[in-house]
T-cell receptor, first 115, second 112 residues
Framework: GAGVSQSPRYKVAKRGQDVALRCDPI?????LFWYQQALGQGPEFLTY????????KSGLPSDRFFAERPEGSVSTLKIQRTQQEDSAVYLC?????????????FGAGTRLSVL | GQQLNQSPQSMFIQEGEDVSMNCTSS?????WLWYKQDPGEGPVLLIA?????ELTSNGRLTAQFGITRKDSFLNISASIPSDVGIYFC????????????FGTGTRLQVTL
């Protein structure tokens, strides 16, 4: 498609459930990012892939969070044993290099509510 | 936590008015980006700035990269109702290559 696509748009989970969030980046974009956006806040970095390699996962809040991009295209963010504090919008972005700088294009996000 | 502070936090203006908002940091940035986020959507890039002192326009929007590299300003002229949304400044911290740090956001509401 023309933009970054994320699914599902909304996810409600019971505390303790595992969830998987999907991101389809813009075709041909090498870099892919995941961000977490709490209500009323700006997005905060979680992790970054270049092709299939996860180059930075410093923003993942705990070992319950895991991301993969096995073929260098679609990515999945998995959260195990969800907690209420995981409730947030999860944004995916992909980027291309323009004038020597990576410009990131964002999807609409997945809103996760943990009950 | 976030290291970019935006002001004002929110603003109500009348259609046709000009708007100014700014973003400050305790750290140096080599690139400044301004994004707009509508409810239920992801951030959309408005303007990118690459050099200290740079002034760049995109239609009714004008942004400047502060000379100290620790601040940036966004101006919107002759506001219209579709300017409503949250405006975020963002940039990659020096040495972090790609990951963006976002500001706290400025919520803009336009009344007729």
């Amino acid at each position: 498609g023309a933009g970054v696509s994320q699914s599902p748009r909304y996810k409600v989970a019971k505390r303790g459930q595992d969830v998987a969030l999907r991101c389809d980046p813009i075709s041909g974009h090498v870099s892919l990012f995941w961000y977490q956006q709490a209500l009323g806040q700006g997005p905060e970095f979680l992790t970054y892939f270049q092709n299939e390699a996860q180059l930075d996962k410093s923003g993942l809040p705990s070992d319950r969070f895991f991301a993969e991009r096995p073929e260098g295209s679609v990515s999945t963010l998995k959260i195990q044993r969800t907690q209420q504090e995981d409730s947030a919008v999860y944004l995916c972005a992909s980027s291309s290099r323009l004038a020597g700088v990576n410009i990131q294009y964002f999807g609409a996000g997945t809103r996760l509510s943990v009950l | 936590g976030q290291q970019l502070n935006q002001s004002p936090q929110s603003m109500f203006i009348q259609e046709g008015e000009d708007v100014s908002m700014n973003c400050t940091s305790s750290s140096i940035f080599n690139t400044w980006l301004w994004y707009k986020q509508d409810p239920g959507e992801g951030p959309v890039l408005l303007i990118a700035l690459y050099k200290a002192g740079e002034l760049t326009s995109n239609g009714r929007l004008t942004a400047q990269f502060g000379i100290t590299r620790k601040d940036s300003f966004l101006n919107i002229s002759a506001s219209i109702p579709s300017d409503v949304g949250i405006y975020f400044c963002a940039g990659p911290l020096t040495g972090t290559a790609s990951k963006l740090t976002f500001g706290t956001g400025t919520r803009l509401q336009v009344t007729l």
